[in-house]
Nanobody
Framework: QLQLVESGGALVQPGGSLILSCTAS?????IGWFRQAPGKGRLWVST????????TYADSVKGRFTISRDSAKNTVYLQMSSLKPEDSAVYYC?????????????????WGQGTQVTVSS
């Protein structure tokens, strides 16, 4: 059973930056980030493919967020900059057994516990 552990969530001011980490118990899955704000559904943010490192982003974060991975550490990072109050949410990382999953949460098989990001002055 794959285990995922997120970290890095914090309270940050608008316009600020934050780096989230997702550490996996093994390193053979495509990893995605999702977020869920209070009272809203879980939305896809970004994915990095295990096979070739190809990255994709939701339009709402494109140009502000960067996903990357350090295979030696079994860790995927989500660098977030120019943060806005609407980025506030619990952020989850998820792993898919498929090499090219889409933005739907049911395409991911394993989930972390989430980390809270709050953007507020």
């Amino acid at each position: 059973q794959l285990q995922l552990v997120e970290s890095g969530g914090a309270l940050v001011q608008p316009g600020g930056s934050l780096i989230l980490s997702c550490t996996a118990s093994e390193n053979s899955y495509t990893i995605g980030w999702f977020r869920q704000a209070p009272g809203k559904g879980r939305l896809w943010v970004s994915t990095i493919a295990n096979s070739d490192g190809f990255t994709t982003y939701a339009d709402s974060v494109k140009g502000r967020f960067t996903i990357s991975r350090d295979s030696a550490k079994n860790t995927v990072y989500l660098q977030m900059s120019s943060l806005k109050p609407e980025d506030s949410a619990v952020y989850y990382c998820a792993a898919s057994i498929f090499p090219d999953p889409g933005p739907r949460d049911y395409e991911y098989d394993y989930w972390g516990q989430g980390t809270q990001v709050t953007v507020s002055s």
